[in-house]
């Protein structure tokens, strides 16, 4: 199983992003598809997660949209009017998790090398 993500950068602080993860070695449609974060100095934290419903973190909410798709196995996370604090490393995961332990990292047994994500205010 190997995880891809990619479309991080350096973006202004309003802007907007669009991430990638592709998969190959699982059937995406089977798994609980997240995207996680981390910053310098800071633990990783939980962003968004998919599997048939949606699921983000209160920081995220109303601003940044998880999707997938199932034929190019690929999950994709919309960010938009980016803030200064969401720069980090994006990190994309699958699990067979349950919906209980969706933002749990513990939950995800494949990660991606993760992108990064830079804001200039």
């Known amino acids: 199983v190997q995880l891809q993500a990619f479309g991080g950068g350096l973006v202004q602080a309003g802007g907007s992003l669009r991430l990638s993860c592709t998969a190959s070695?699982?059937?995406?449609?089977?798994?609980?598809m997240g995207w996680f974060r981390q910053a310098p100095g800071k633990e990783r934290e939980f962003v968004a997660c998919?599997?048939?419903?949606?699921y983000y973190a209160d920081s995220v909410k109303g601003r940044f949209t998880i999707s997938r798709d199932n034929a190019r196995s690929t999950v994709f996370l919309q960010m938009n009017n980016i803030k200064d604090e969401d720069a980090a490393v994006y990190y994309c995961?699958?699990?067979?998790?349950?919906?209980?332990?969706?933002?749990?990292?513990?939950?995800?047994?494949?990660w991606g090398q993760g992108t990064l994500v830079t804001v200039s205010s």
């Open positions: 998919i599997k048939g419903n949606t």
């Open positions: 995961a699958a699990g067979r998790t349950i919906w209980s332990q969706r933002a749990s990292a513990s939950g995800y047994n494949y």
């Open positions: 070695g699982l059937t995406l449609s089977n798994y609980m």
